[in-house]
């Protein structure tokens, strides 16, 4: 199986802040990489996919980059209704696999 | 709009077989794409557990394969999730969802609202 490794597992931010969450795969993956936020109670929503490519309907503060074992889900300026959990997950082979989740928090 | 909504027995006994249904509006499943199930135990990670084509095309996980069944209905346009076995490490809340594009491995882009399963005698 790929693992798929977040960093940081948690981080506190404030409105207006820039955040970077990486998201490392055991193998590479190509830009086979998809980005989800998760509020509680809530069902992940799709944010990226193809490690960079913005899902209709998702504000472009949010960015994807990178390929191969390294990607990168950046919000540019965060907003209130950013404070959630982020997951990645890869789709270059079965068994589809997630990342363990980064929480952002409000500072 | 696609919509999938998950049903089912919140509660489940150890040993049992955990049966969930998911019904999809606003697409037909036997117009393509594939559709999976993903699990997630309270405050914890996404685990996915399998995915199907309309034409019964299944491929699961195989930490649980030995334990799934997944299933379609395209006259229902419901899809269907067997667990059997069950222990309390199958507690979760079960979500079924909508592979994106053609490819057999995708990421999801519609999901459920997801549904809790507790395992408990």
């Known amino acids: 199986d790929i693992q798929m490794t977040q960093s940081p597992s948690s981080v506190s931010a404030s409105v207006g802040d820039r955040v970077t969450i990486t998201c490392r795969a055991s193998?590479?993956?190509?830009?086979?990489l998809a980005w989800y936020q998760q509020k509680p109670g809530k069902a992940p929503k799709l944010l990226i996919y193809g490690a960079s490519s913005l899902q209709s309907g998702v504000p472009s503060r949010f960015s994807g980059s990178g390929s191969g074992t390294e990607f990168t889900l950046t919000i540019s300026s965060l907003q209130p209704e950013d404070f959630a959990t982020y997951f990645c997950?890869?789709?270059?082979?079965?068994?589809?696999?997630f990342g363990q989740g980064t929480r952002l928090e409000i500072k | 709009q696609v919509q999938l909504q998950e049903s089912g027995p919140g509660l489940a006994k150890p040993s049992e077989t955990l049966s969930l249904t998911c019904a999809v509006s606003?697409?037909?499943?036997?117009?393509?794409?594939?559709w999976g199930w993903i699990r997630q135990p309270p405050g914890k990670g996404l685990e996915w557990i399998g995915s199907?084509?309309?034409?019964?095309?299944?491929y699961y996980n195989p930490s649980l394969k030995s334990r799934v069944t997944i299933s379609v209905d395209t006259s229902t346009n419901q899809l269907s999730l067997n667990l059997t076995s069950v222990t309390a490490a199958d507690t979760a809340i079960y979500f079924c969802a909508r592979q994106q594009g053609g490819r057999i491995v995708s990421n999801f882009d519609y999901w459920g609202q997801g549904t809790l399963v507790t395992v408990s005698s």
């Open positions: 606003g697409y037909s499943i036997s117009s393509g794409f594939y």
């Open positions: 193998l590479g993956i190509r830009s086979w």
């Open positions: 997950q890869q789709s270059n082979s079965f068994p589809i696999t």
């Open positions: 199907i084509y309309y034409n019964e095309d299944a």
